[in-house]
């Protein structure tokens, strides 16, 4: 049997297709509904109150309207701060993002790693405990980067990110206290990991980036074991909160990437 609901992914902007790329390479049949907060665009300067407000009732809205399978929510902030609320507010599966330490600190040579995320990601208790689980005897570093998240959204609307921006964001990691050392950082943010290639660029040679989204696929994947998907595949939605200049211009990237249908929530 053919079942045509969707697995719906959510983030602040376009970070969260760095997950949804893996997820279709494991699962090439699934719909997919793909929708950016953009009014609410970037949450990594918010406070933590508005996200936990926030994020539940877009989710809400968003299952009423699309009714999926399988909440994503492809963001490390809004999931860090709002998962647990939204779990108790739906009544589908949630999968949340999380920082990748634990395979980080699998990886490092050196002991010390780099946590590069948003400004609201990196300083949460969250971050504290996973580094304390999974790398206790590694010294690890943070730095919360707004900026990086506007080259992501700037780069899908057509805008290279300049090399001189990008290292001077990444001096971030690499001019604390023994920053010289990182040899493996983790992008904390889904953003991030579309920008890897000017990230590997521009970073000290051997320096390594690792993201969760593989392993979240592959939660996913696990979660819909078994389960009925359409025969063929199906086109993508892009879904924005707020459908301006920018929206229109990363959707007109987008509809080259399996997303040719935008809506407005």
């Not at 990444?170 to 050392?181: A, T």
Request: net charge neutral.
């Amino acid at each position: 049997m053919s079942d045509a609901r969707p697995i719906l992914f959510f983030d602040s902007g376009v970070g969260g297709l760095s997950v949804v790329a893996p997820t279709t390479e494991l699962l090439p049949r699934a719909p997919i509904v793909y929708a950016a907060d953009s009014a609410g665009f970037p949450y990594g300067t918010k406070s933590e109150a508005e996200i936990a407000a926030r994020v539940p009732a877009l989710l809400g809205r968003l299952v009423e309207r699309y009714r999926p399978r399988l909440v994503v929510i492809a963001c490390n902030t809004a999931s860090t701060i709002a998962l647990p609320a939204v779990r108790a507010a739906l009544d589908v599966p949630v999968v949340g993002t999380v920082p990748a330490i634990k395979p980080a600190a699998a990886m490092s040579e050196s002991r010390v790693i780099g946590v590069l995320g948003t400004e609201a990601t990196v300083r949460q208790p969250y971050v504290d405990d996973l580094a304390a689980r999974f790398a206790g005897d590694c010294t690890v570093l943070r730095h919360g980067s707004a900026a990086l998240v506007m080259l992501a959204e700037g780069a899908l609307a057509g805008v290279a990110p300049s090399p001189e921006a990008v290292a001077g964001e990444l001096q971030g990691l690499f001019g604390q206290p023994g920053g010289e050392r990182i040899d493996v950082i983790v992008n904390a943010c889904t953003h991030f990991p579309l920008l890897e290639g000017d990230m590997a660029a521009v970073a000290p040679a051997g320096v390594r980036f690792v993201d969760g989204g593989p392993g979240i696929a592959r939660r996913i994947a696990y979660l819909t074991d078994r389960q009925d998907w359409p025969e063929a595949p199906v086109a993508g939605r892009l879904v924005f909160t707020r459908l301006g200049a920018r929206e229109r211009a990363i959707a007109a990237t987008l509809a080259t990437r399996g997303f040719p249908v935008v809506e407005a929530l």
